[in-house]
């Protein structure tokens, strides 16, 4: 990103400053939870100095004043509409009192005045319903997007031109994000940051808020069936034990023997439990682990092909290819340029390596993340 009056070149001689500044729009009838996610997940990221990694900022969309909840209390924000002008990110998290954003899909007044403060290149990200001001906005407009499963059907039938997945946690875009309902927040923000900023600075704080890093599977298996089946058993021991032994060759067979089930019962259990089916999932875990060992070590490609179970770099190649969007070598280039100081992002959601843009991310389309736009999905055929 171009030094910008918002954000200025880093003096070594004066106070430090997060180079990116994320601004929160409190909306009347905001949800407390989801308000607090990002000053969570962003505010205890931190570089190899323990130097934070951002600025966050919390504004309405009127005056400095008291903004109602839809719980028993209310809230002081002390910025302004205008801080959305200094921002590199907005996040608008979930409300209660849309108005007519919600039953027409239009802005209000005060949300169109407050989002002409907006900068073109800045990144929009929403939390569970705040997708309705992104759409009402025309961020969304042809784009891939998610909400709440509860008002996806609402949603797609309000906003017919945005493509509408109800099925997963969250849906990456390059510079605008959303994501599904609630908790989903939490799994966006710390994507975010390990876009931003890579694996490791994103699983340290994912251990420090106390939330796994990355959950399997999309938002399809929270949403309440008819007649649930019971669940007597759970498939946690195979995955536990899978995962030790990443680097072997694991069969379904021997994931099913380890929760004393048949293979067909063993793949209906994994899929209502993980979303995906136990070939998808073994798959997205060496992959993490890949990248892992892409970013924090000096190991040849040949050798993380190895220990993350793909056997052959081709094998990792194709793989990463599919789940990332690059090959293992800019990864790793990309993401040891961000731990050096760099930035692995362009303005908007491409990757940079020496200076030039990799073929095929740009502004609006696929991010590093991934060519499926959103983790919880996974990218391999079923088995193992």
Known sequence: MQDSPQNPPQDSSGPYRPSHRIVVLALEGLIPFELGIP????????????????????????????????????????????????????IVPASHRLGPVYTEGVLTEELTAAFAHLRPDTRMVSICTGSYVLAAAGFLDGRPATTHWAHAAHFQGLFPRIK????????????????AGVAAGIDLCLHMVRRDHGTAVANDVARRTVVPPHRDGGQAQYIRRPIPEPQLATTATARSWALARLHEPIQLRDMAEQESMSVRTFTRRFREEAGVSPGQ????????????????????????????????????????????????????????????????????????????????????????????????????????
């Open 39 to 90: 000053q969570r997940i962003f505010g205890r990221a931190r570089d190899s100095e323990g130097r934070p990694l951002y600025e966050i900022v919390t504004c309405s969309v009127r005056s400095p004043g008291l903004i109602r909840t839809d719980a028993d209390f209310s809230i002081l924000v002390e910025n302004g509409p205008e801080a959305l002008a200094t921002a590199d990110t907005v």
């Open 164 to 179: 509408v997945d109800a099925d997963v946690l969250f849906v990456d875009d390059g510079d605008v994000l959303t994501s």
């Open 281 to 384: 999932w073994l798959v997205q875990q060496r992959v993490e682990r890949a990248r892992q060992l892409l970013e924090s070590t000096d190991l040849s490609v040949d050798q993380v092909a190895r220990d993350a179970g793909f056997g052959t770099a081709q094998s990792m190649r194709q793989h990463l290819q599919s789940a990332l969007g690059v090959p293992p070598t800019v990864y790793r280039r990309t993401f040891r340029a961000a731990a050096e100081g760099g930035s692995p992002s362009t303005a908007v959601g491409g990757l940079t390596v020496d200076g030039l843009t990799v073929e095929g991310l740009t502004a609006k389309g696929p991010t590093v993340e991934g060519l499926a736009r959103h983790a919880g999905r996974g990218t391999a055929r079923d088995g193992l």
